[in-house]
């Protein structure tokens, strides 16, 4: 650990807490002589406020009896603690103390101490504390001598128990009073992690080491840890709570054990050897979990707790582990049987009886108490019975649900067959309920056609009928986007492109219907449509909800050969002869379904010849599909991704899409133009970029340039009036272009294209070349919460921030960000994340960072919530997501209504609030 902490009573807790050293036991002389191991202690410091750094530590070491006040009830936090001091509260920590005082106070001792100290001193040297070689002043003065191998202030004139104890003594100290001796010399020869270990005393190097090791100890500022600084009572009584977890023994007033009961001010402990006690609660008794007070209802039964009580009195609770130790069994109660404490309980379609404890406890769901005649044939109980009392009977009861009979509108959140049960996202309340599932469930589909639980999808958005409790009937009025994918040969599409036919891979036929929007994907052929599907090409379908939406042809593609040299036409037999660059043959047939371009003017395969084949040599670009000429165009541009250019010697040379690498002429000074840069030259054109060259007419040089890019870009200004969009990518990369028509946004899905459409912090992608935009296609963001998550159908559930619910079939393209680091494991979506999604050419997942935070304040003007500073110097002030979600439960609230110091939760995306929870 390495965190730091500054000696100031203003710091903030949560750091000092988390790093001061030590804390006080005794203040002087006349505190000391009036306190006794059984006298009652006080914890209400009027110099000690409630939410001072320390109060945990100083009010569990004011219970066990081992710090006092000063006078008129003060702690006096910030005074240093003396030497002498801290050996007496190190050994009413041990729980020595009646053992110390019996040593006389006559006493005589190697050092000079205050008369009440003399017998714990004298006790500290017997047990091997303090050793006299240590801290025994040589010349007979009572300070230690310059001998003394662990003594502070060695030629100080201060008698040795009245002066201040440094932080490395006390480490020594506490270390030998919770016996890890041990560890220290174990750890002296490990190298301090601090940087001022040159100023440690060569004995104190493992003590430090073991108490920062124990997390009883850090450093200060800047990663020192001050070893010969000195320590005050708030720091001491830190140090020695801290330092309380390692003893094997403790004070006769602490108990440790189970919390077995808690109520009529009474607490009941077991301690692991089955031994049970009861005590009295106060009415200043304080509970605590961490450095945190809590609640005594936050505590539950077979809770481990720490207690410090006094003469049967509790004045002091830690609820040092919440893990239950009880054994819960839900369902619906079929049955009650009062007079023979018997309830009978229905779970997944099983009945069973179960024993309840003479003394069982009914409560609902929020605690409050119940008779148990009172409960509901039809609620959803859950038992609970005491697994640490062998043989016990179930002795909790908790009504989750009493009997519901309604008709609701919501969607399917998840659907669990084992457990039997539905969970509906209610439409009206925007609350999630789950029901069981009556035998007698009916299931309608849209268009009234009868279906059965395994038509529901999560996702469907339904109706639905409850009857004591029990799902009756469920009526889809939409269902929700599914998709599967099936592999086979084409046997058959029909005339009018609505049906397809394919043999699958067991031999049987499946016929699906062809989604008006569907495309055909074949490698190479980026116009791909159904007329270009042969009989038995290998196919994969993509569907959804049973509809053919993609067709890919897996057993053949679309070869591309640029710049091929026309070596001869034979009109007759349609036969074209052509050689690659590096001089290869190649004959295709053409067809009179070849497209034919020229200086891209489209023409038919009669005037071919009069156009291509005059000059001898003409460098074509084709796409051939087997032997067939699928297209054919006169090589007017030269199109590929740039794999060397040299500017100096005047060529580049591009790698085409058919995998060529052709080089061209240049010039110095050839113009090259894209959306990205003003002013683009030839030195702005790197390896790998995609551009398009206009050639000469003896098509061997480039002429000018166009970059070719398409991107995913997140928007960030538009302008109506002057249709321009300004956009960044990924990497932080801004562009900003304007769209002269709508005939260049493209909206899948939706039933409008216009500049209108595009919104700020939605996402786009831009295709453009040079300066040309080409195409503006906008993407469709899912955010929300995760309600379920399925690797092996690539599916991700998420409750958006409008309350609906989509299940999103991520693909075999996808990327996972989690705090900026990409993931390919779809495994790292956990349910409640919230995420937002976002479907281009590969589906992003990006996982929002959540944080619990204070408000500060809310700027309405600029739309900024600002929070306080948290411990780890997080950001202060974030911009508001235009639609972001602003809740608190179920309810959304406006962002004016946050209020200073109100305890949220955000979820950031992009650096900009998307989701805020009080």
Not at 274 to 299: M, N
Not at 300 to 324: C, F, M, P, W
Request: aromatic share 6%; with cysteine.
């Amino acid at each position: 650990m390495n965190n730091k902490y500054k000696h100031s009573k203003k710091m903030a807790a949560g750091i000092i807490a988390l790093s001061v050293l030590v804390a006080s036991p005794v203040y002087a002389a006349d505190t000391v002589t009036k306190t006794s191991a059984t006298s009652s202690t006080t914890t209400a410091f009027t110099d000690v406020s409630s939410d001072h750094w320390a109060i945990k530590h100083i009010t569990k070491l004011a219970a066990l009896g081992i710090i006092q006040g000063v006078d008129k009830g003060k702690f006096s936090p910030d005074t240093q603690v003396s030497r002498q001091d801290v050996v007496i509260m190190a050994i009413r920590m041990m729980g020595l103390e009646n053992e110390a005082l019996k040593n006389k106070s006559e006493t005589i001792l190697p050092v000079t101490v205050d008369s009440y100290a003399k017998p714990y001193i004298a006790y500290a040297f017997d047990k091997g504390l303090i050793t006299v070689d240590e801290e025994a002043d040589t010349n007979g003065s009572g300070s230690a001598g310059s001998k003394a191998s662990g003594s502070d202030n060695a030629k100080s004139k201060t008698a040795w128990g009245s002066s201040p104890a440094s932080r490395e003594w006390v480490c020594k100290l506490v270390i030998r009073a919770i016996d890890k001796q041990d560890l220290a010399d174990k750890k002296s020869a490990d190298s301090s992690i601090f940087q001022d270990a040159k100023d440690m005393s060569s004995w104190a190097v493992g003590y430090i080491n073991a108490a920062v090791s124990l997390e009883i100890v850090n450093g200060v500022d800047d990663n020192n840890f001050d070893p010969k600084g000195n320590v005050t009572r708030a720091q001491m009584a830190t140090f020695l709570s801290r330092a309380d977890k390692e003893l094997t023994t403790h004070s006769e007033r602490v108990a440790i054990g189970y919390m077995m009961d808690l109520k009529d001010r009474k607490i009941t402990v077991m301690d692991k050897q089955g031994k049970t006690s009861e005590y009295t609660l106060a009415s200043d008794t304080v509970f605590y979990k961490g450095d945190s007070r809590i609640p005594s209802s936050d505590i539950k039964e077979t809770n481990e707790v720490y207690v410090i009580q006094d003469r049967g009195t509790a004045s002091y609770i830690e609820l040092t582990n919440d893990t239950e130790q009880m054994e819960t069994y839900e369902g619906t109660l079929e049955q009650l049987y009062v007079s023979k404490m018997m309830v009978s309980v229905s779970q997944g379609g099983t009945e069973d009886l179960k024993d309840l404890a003479e003394n069982v406890t009914v409560t609902d769901s929020d605690g409050r108490g119940l008779s148990l005649s009172s409960i509901p044939v039809g609620s959803i109980i859950q038992l609970k019975r005491n697994l640490l009392i062998p043989n016990s009977k179930y002795s909790k009861i908790v009504v989750k649900q009493v009997p519901i009979s309604k008709t609701s509108e919501g969607t399917i959140v998840s659907i669990d067959a084992d457990q039997n049960t539905i969970t509906f996202l209610e439409k009206t309340s925007g609350e999630n309920e789950s029901f069981p599932i009556s035998v007698k469930l009916a299931v309608t589909l849209p268009g009234n056609a009868t279906g059965d639980l395994s038509k529901l999808r999560v996702g469907d958005i339904v109706s639905y009928d409850i009857k004591n409790n029990q799902i009756t009937g469920v009526k889809v009025s939409k269902q929700a986007d599914i998709g599967s994918a099936v592999e086979g040969t084409l046997t058959s599409v029909s005339d009018d492109k609505k049906i397809l036919t394919i043999n699958k891979p067991d031999n049987t036929l499946g016929a699906f219907y062809i989604d008006d929007n569907a495309v055909v994907s074949i490698d190479g052929l980026g116009t791909a449509g159904f007329f270009d599907l042969e009989l038995g090409d290998k196919l994969k379908l993509d569907l959804v909800n049973e509809k053919v939406v993609k067709v890919t042809v897996t057993s053949r593609g679309v070869t591309q050969l640029s710049f091929a040299r026309i070596v001869n036409y034979d009109a007759e037999n349609k036969l074209l002869t052509v050689t690659d660059e590096n001089g290869t043959p190649y004959a295709y047939k053409m067809t009179e379904t070849t497209g034919i371009s020229y200086w891209d003017a489209p023409m038919n395969l009669d005037d071919f010849t009069s156009k291509f084949t005059k000059t001898k040599g003409t460098k074509v670009d084709l796409k051939v599909s087997k032997d067939k000429v699928v297209s054919i165009k006169y090589a007017k541009d030269a199109e590929g991704a740039v794999s060397q250019v040299n500017a100096s010697t005047g060529q580049i040379t591009i790698r085409t899409a058919g995998g060529q690498n052709v080089t061209f002429g240049i010039t110095a000074s050839v113009p090259v133009e894209t959306l990205a840069i003003a002013n683009a030259t030839i030195s702005d054109v790197k390896i790998g970029d995609n551009i398009v060259g206009s050639l000469n007419r003896d098509q061997d040089t480039i002429m000018s340039i166009a970059i070719k890019k398409t991107a995913v870009y997140k928007t960030q200004i538009t302008d109506n009036k002057e249709r321009q969009v300004s956009v960044k990518d990924s990497s932080g990369g801004k562009l900003t272009f304007v769209i002269d028509n709508n005939d260049k946004i493209l909206n899948p899905g939706k039933a409008t294209h216009s500049f209108e459409d595009i919104a700020i912090d939605e996402y786009m992608k831009v295709a453009y070349t040079g300066k040309k935009l080409e195409s503006v296609e906008l993407l469709t963001a899912n955010r929300g919460k995760v309600t379920a998550v399925d690797t092996a159908s690539g599916t991700i559930t998420v409750q958006d921030y409008t309350a609906g619910v989509q299940t999103i079939t991520v693909g075999k393209q996808f990327s996972v960000n989690i705090g900026g680091a990409a993931s390919a494991d779809l495994a790292s979506v956990k349910v409640n994340d919230r995420v937002e999604v976002v479907k281009g050419d590969q589906t992003i997942i990006t996982v929002a960072a959540a944080s619990k935070r204070k408000v500060q304040a809310y700027d309405s003007v600029l739309n900024l919530m600002q929070l306080k500073a948290g411990v780890s110097g997080d950001k202060t002030t974030y911009t508001l997501y235009s639609k972001a979600y602003l809740h608190q439960g179920a309810s959304a609230v406006a962002a004016g209504s946050f209020a200073e110091n109100d305890d949220v939760t955000i979820y950031v995306l992009d650096d900009k609030i998307y989701e805020m929870e009080k």
